[in-house]
């Protein structure tokens, strides 16, 4: 199954991918907080934090409205994209998005555990996933996870919870390992993939830091194209996801994985 990183800015890099190539897109840009000189904020330690996290320029706006022209051009008339973003630039990527040609589809909360400690505000504890596309109804697989006729000990049904736009899906630990700053759960990328793809579809990522769709993408067997910056980020991950065989997801016990995805529900 092809893998193409590229260790280029995603807005240059991006013209030598077909216009309307990629099914899926999921795209974590910079929030533009200078989130690169968070690690007390985050709570780890920076011996352990890749050197090199490149922020956002000082536009927000200009600079979503350039990658996400870019992305909508490569983007299938089906096909959906993903845009992670917090609460401080929301409005401009939203702008940005809609002004690129971009529907807003939905607007996923993603509650995650121990959120930013705040002494005059309320604890931000979510980031908020755009889901856009060209179109209306783009592809969606409804039953990838759970079907209808599933449902809990307690009789309610496990895919109506799935379906809902609040996903609570926990940060992973990964104290003492190497890291670009702000990894998103697998678990949490797993489910954006699975919901928009089939197995041998394309996915995309602009902003790729600790890589984690292109280890997930490729491990549900889907090809996988996408930039990134930080050098030091590019040469630690590119060589571990080689060895990595496609589809290595996909052999891993079903039911186990299934019952990972029954508790994440179930803690909802
Ligand atoms: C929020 S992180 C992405 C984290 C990623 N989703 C993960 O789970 O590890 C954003 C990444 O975008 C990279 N970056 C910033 N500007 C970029 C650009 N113009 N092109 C490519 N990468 C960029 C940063 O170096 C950083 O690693």
């Known amino acids: 199954m092809k893998f193409r990183p590229y260790n280029e800015d995603c807005i240059t890099g991006a013209r030598r991918i077909k216009a309307e190539s990629i099914d899926c897109m999921i795209c974590d840009s910079p929030f533009g907080i200078g989130e690169d000189k968070l690690d007390a904020v985050y709570n780890r330690k920076s011996k352990h934090v890749i050197k090199g996290y490149v922020t956002a320029p000082v536009d927000y706006y200009d600079f979503s409205y350039r990658w996400l022209k870019e992305a909508y051009r490569i983007l299938k008339p089906t096909g959906t994209l993903y845009a992670v973003s917090g609460t401080t ?27 930013v400690y705040t002494e005059k505000k309320f604890v931000a504890s979510h980031y908020v996933i755009l889901r856009l596309a060209k179109c209306k109804y783009p592809t969606f697989y409804r039953e990838c996870r759970f079907k209808a006729h599933e449902h809990d000990d307690a009789g309610l049904s496990l895919l109506y919870r799935d379906l809902q736009d609040v996903w609570i899906i926990k940060k992973e630990f990964s104290r003492g390992k190497t890291k670009n700053p702000n990894k998103l759960p697998d678990e949490l990328v797993k489910k954006m993939i699975q919901y928009a793809t089939k197995e041998g ?9 600790n890589f984690t769709t292109a280890y997930v993408a490729r491990g ?38 299934q019952k990972k995805d029954e508790d994440q529900l179930k803690a909802a």
Not at 201 to 209: I, K, P, Y
């Open 89 to 115: 630039n929301l409005d401009h990527m939203i702008k940005a998005a809609k002004n690129c040609g971009f529907k807003v589809l939905n607007q996923i909360v993603w509650h995650y555990n121990f959120g």
């Open 201 to 209: 579809d394309t996915v995309c990522d602009f902003f790729m830091g």
């Open 220 to 257: 549900l067997n889907r090809k996988v194209i996408g930039f990134e910056l930080n050098k030091e980020a590019f040469d630690y991950h590119v060589p571990r996801l080689k060895m990595l065989k496609a589809g290595y997801m996909l052999n891993q016990d079903r039911k186990k994985d």
